[in-house]
């Protein structure tokens, strides 16, 4: 079993600054991914970036950023040039061999001008 | 072209009553999830399909949850005998293939159970 822990239940960043969202994961699995989802307030599930346990390097997507620490188990989020719009629910989520999303309990980002 | 669709967006029932809820995936993806999200929590998995068949139902929280996908594209989540604690956001997802592909989400449907 896959288990994600997201320990910032909220978080503020100013317009224009940068935010990490934290992460850790526990999985016996060898292969794995993990995913950062987006959620705002009408509720769908916005897919931001993923990363393969394999990958060497940290993945990014425009703004965002993984920081992947395998040692560690930890695959924070890194949005860079926060923006109004980026005020959310984030999820952090890890699939293994079963295929299935496990996701953590989130975090609250809002963005202030 | 389209997203993921799920009908109803809201459906509000009694408790011991039978709904369905609908999933319409991308075409062309051939993996589907469903998910349960309660109020304060990330989503928790309930059952994928690969095709027609369910690869995992792994999930479902007991057998008054059962799910289908005939023809391998539209899915339906039944819930017999509702109860209170069934209350949540029910979410579809879709993939082109079971691994670790991006799950695409649908909007999600809002079941209350009074």
């Known amino acids: 079993a896959q288990k994600i822990t997201q320990t910032q239940p909220g978080m503020f960043v100013q317009e224009k600054e940068a935010v990490t969202l934290d992460c850790t994961y526990d999985?016996?699995?060898?292969?794995?991914?993990l995913f950062w989802y987006k959620q705002p307030s009408s509720g769908e599930m916005i897919f931001l970036i993923y990363?393969?346990?394999?990958?060497?390097q940290n993945a990014t997507e425009g703004r965002y950023s993984l920081n992947f620490q395998k040692a560690r188990k930890s695959a924070n989020l890194v949005i860079s040039a926060s923006q109004l719009g980026d005020s959310a629910m984030y999820f952090c989520?890890?699939?293994?061999?079963?295929?299935?999303?496990?996701f953590g309990k989130g975090t609250s980002l809002l963005v202030t001008p | 072209g389209a997203g993921v669709s799920q009908t109803p967006s809201n459906k509000v029932t009694e408790k011991g009553k039978y709904v369905e809820l609908r999933c319409d995936p991308i075409?062309?993806?051939?993996?589907l999830y469903w998910y349960r999200q309660s109020l304060g929590q990330g989503p928790e998995f309930l059952i994928y399909?690969?095709?027609?068949?369910?690869?995992?139902d792994s999930g479902l929280p007991n057998d008054r949850f059962f799910a289908v996908r005939p023809e391998g594209s539209v899915s339906t989540l039944k819930i017999q005998r509702t109860e209170r604690g069934d209350s949540a956001v029910y979410l579809c997802?879709?993939?082109?293939?079971?691994?670790?592909?991006?799950?695409?989400f649908g909007p999600g449907t809002r079941l209350t159970v009074l």
């Open positions: 999985t016996s699995d060898q292969s794995y991914g």
């Open positions: 399909f690969q095709g027609t068949g369910a690869a995992d």
């Open positions: 997802a879709s993939s082109l293939r079971g691994t670790y592909n991006e799950q695409f």
């Open positions: 989520a890890s699939g293994g061999s079963g295929y299935a999303l496990n």
């Open positions: 075409s062309g993806h051939t993996a």
């Open positions: 990363q393969g346990s394999y990958d060497e």
